[in-house]
Nanobody, 118 residues
Framework: VQLQASGGGLVQAGGSLRLSCAAS????????VGWFRQAPGKEREFVGS????????YYADSVKGRFTISRDNAKNTVFLQMNSLKPEDTAVYFC????????????WGQGTLVTVSS
């Protein structure tokens, strides 16, 4: 499966952005998708994930209550809705996919930059 993230940009603190992760390939609903981010000078960190069916989501504590992950399997797309953005959310955001039985994410898209100004 190939992934492409989009939707990044510059937003003021308190604002919102929605990122998209478009996937190519068949059987997209059999892949869980995760969102990760990497801020300048920091290691990549997990943001959240969604199961293949969309019925289960997980979030990092730092974004819980502010970010929401959803998916439209008919359109092979996963979304990351980011609300109440903070300057510390500034990072390159990546989406990644794994089969439901895998423990790691072997498929990665290119990142999209999110910059939150104070």
């Amino acid at each position: 499966v190939q992934l492409q993230a989009s939707g990044g940009g510059l937003v003021q603190a308190g604002g919102s952005l929605r990122l998209s992760c478009a996937a190519s390939g068949r059987s997209f609903s059999t892949y869980a998708v995760g969102w990760f981010r990497q801020a300048p000078g920091k290691e990549r960190e997990f943001v959240g994930s969604i199961s293949g069916s969309g019925g289960t989501t997980y979030y990092a504590d730092s974004v819980k209550g502010r970010f929401t992950i959803s998916r439209d399997n008919a359109k092979n797309t996963v979304f990351l809705q980011m609300n109440s953005l903070k300057p510390e959310d500034t990072a390159v955001y990546f989406c990644a996919a794994r089969t439901t039985t895998a423990t790691r994410y072997p498929y990665w898209g290119q990142g999209t930059l999110v910059t939150v100004s104070s």
